[in-house]
């Protein structure tokens, strides 16, 4: 079963730090995401990248996140001054056809990222 | 745009009995389809999905077919069990929309023993 996975699992920092989320995606994946889900409420979209740049992002995707590919395998979201209101689960995805696949697209999400701003 | 609306919740049965989690879309183009579960304290994980019109999707009980006439993806299950609760969002991809995938807003689901 291919995996997505990410890193750290979870992370308490102080307002105003830098986080760091890291994600692997699936190997021959193409399209990758960073969704977040506040707890207890929706899975909301923040950004698709695709052929080593942003292809969409959402209004909460503002100046303080940004992504990065920066070797090939990693994929990483970065946010820039925490907020409290940045605490929440952020999940990474990754989209494309895998070898097991007998048609279609699949989305495989990573088991998530609790962040937790203090 | 494309969305997806699911029945709301919560929704409480007990245990052996019969699950309908209610599931629409809109959107142009052909959607793929999913059912993604989110157990207590966990990440999503990817419960069926169905890629064209009239496929039924199927894992662990569940089954939603894809009926384009009714643009419906309706999650059903047999006889749930105490491990069913959970929420379950469904979800979509299209090619026009090939960077997103569309969530609903989730459903929570609560089985008694």
């Known amino acids: 079963e291919p995996e997505v996975t990410q890193t750290p699992s979870h992370q308490v920092t102080q307002m105003g730090q830098e986080v760091i989320l890291r994600c692997v995606p699936i190997?021959?994946?193409?399209?990758f995401y960073w969704y977040r889900q506040i707890l207890g409420q929706k899975v909301e979209f923040l950004v698709s990248f695709y052929n080593n740049e942003i292809s969409e992002k959402s209004e909460i995707f503002d100046d303080q996140f940004s992504v990065e590919r920066p070797d090939g395998s990693n994929f990483t979201l970065k946010i820039r001054s925490t907020k409290l209101e940045d605490s929440a689960m952020y999940f990474c995805?990754?989209?494309?056809?895998?070898?097991?696949?007998?048609?279609?697209?699949?989305?495989?999400f990573g088991e998530g990222s609790w962040l937790t701003v203090v | 745009g494309d969305s997806v609306t699911q029945m709301e919740g919560p929704v409480t049965l007990s245990e052996e009995a019969f699950l309908t989690i209610n599931c629409t879309y809109t959107a142009t183009g052909y959607p793929s389809l999913f059912w993604y579960v989110q157990y207590p304290g966990e990440g999503l994980q990817l419960l069926l999905k169905?890629?064209?019109?009239?496929d039924k999707g199927s894992n662990k009980g569940f089954e939603a077919t894809y009926r384009k006439e009714t643009t419906s993806f309706h999650l059903e299950k047999g006889s749930v069990q105490v491990s069913d609760s959970a929420v379950y969002f469904c979800?979509?991809?299209?090619?026009?929309?090939?960077?997103?995938?569309?969530f609903g807003s989730g459903t929570r689901l609560s089985i008694r023993p």
């Open positions: 979800a979509l991809t299209t090619y026009s929309s090939a960077s997103k995938i569309i």
């Open positions: 169905a890629t064209k019109a009239d």
């Open positions: 995805a990754s989209l494309g056809q895998t070898g097991k696949e007998s048609s279609g697209n699949t989305i495989y």
């Open positions: 190997s021959n994946h193409l399209y």
